[in-house]
C-alpha cells in the first residue's frame, strides 16, 4: 500500500475519469447514461469549465440538465470524450487527478485537461469536484498527458 491506498483503490479511482467521460456521450444510436454520471460523483460534486477564462461552478443536476437541453434543441448532436492520459496523486481517503480528454462535438475536436478531486465515501471512491480548460495555440496539453 501507498499512503493507503490499495491496488484495488488505485484500479477504482483510476476508472472514474474515463468512465465519466463515457457516461456523457451521446449520439444517434445512443443517449448518455446519466445514471452511470452520477455513480461517478459525490451527490454534492462541483462542476468547473475554464475555457471561457473564469471560473464558474456548476451542481451535477444543473450540469446534465444544461446538457440535456443542448441535446434536445439539436445544437448539440453527437458528443464524445475519451481520455487521453492522466497522473495520479493519492493518500489515504483523498485522491487528485490530473487527465487529458479529447472531445468531439458535431464532429469539432478539441483536447484539455480535467483536474478531479477524488474521494472515499461511504466506502468507494466519487468525484467531489472537477476543474477542466481546453487547449488552445497558446497553452498546449503537457507532453506527459499528450
Not at 483510476?14 to 445514471?35: F, H, I, Q, S, T
Not at 460534486?45 to 441535446?71: K, V, Y
Not at 487521453?84 to 493519492?90: D, F, I, N, Q, Y
Request: with cysteine; glycine share 6%; charged share 25%.
Amino acid at each position: 500500500m501507498r499512503g493507503g491506498i490499495t491496488d484495488q483503490d488505485l484500479e477504482e479511482i483510476l476508472a472514474l475519469c474515463p468512465r465519466l467521460y463515457a457516461a456523457v456521450g451521446w449520439n444517434a444510436d445512443k443517449a448518455p447514461d446519466w445514471e452511470t454520471f452520477r455513480a461517478c460523483c459525490h451527490s454534492q460534486a462541483i462542476l468547473a469549465p475554464l475555457s471561457a477564462g473564469a471560473a464558474a461552478t456548476i451542481a451535477i443536476e444543473d450540469f446534465i440538465a444544461a446538457m440535456e437541453a443542448q441535446r434536445a434543441s439539436g445544437e448539440l448532436e453527437d458528443f464524445r470524450e475519451d481520455e487521453l492520459g492522466r497522473h495520479v496523486e493519492a493518500f489515504g481517503n483523498v485522491a487528485s487527478v490530473r487527465s487529458a480528454f479529447v472531445a468531439a462535438m458535431n464532429g469539432a475536436e478539441r483536447r484539455g485537461v480535467t483536474f478531479a478531486q477524488i474521494v472515499r465515501h461511504e466506502g468507494r471512491w466519487v468525484i467531489l469536484s472537477a476543474i477542466w480548460d481546453n487547449e488552445t495555440d497558446e497553452i498546449k496539453l503537457p507532453a506527459d498527458l499528450a
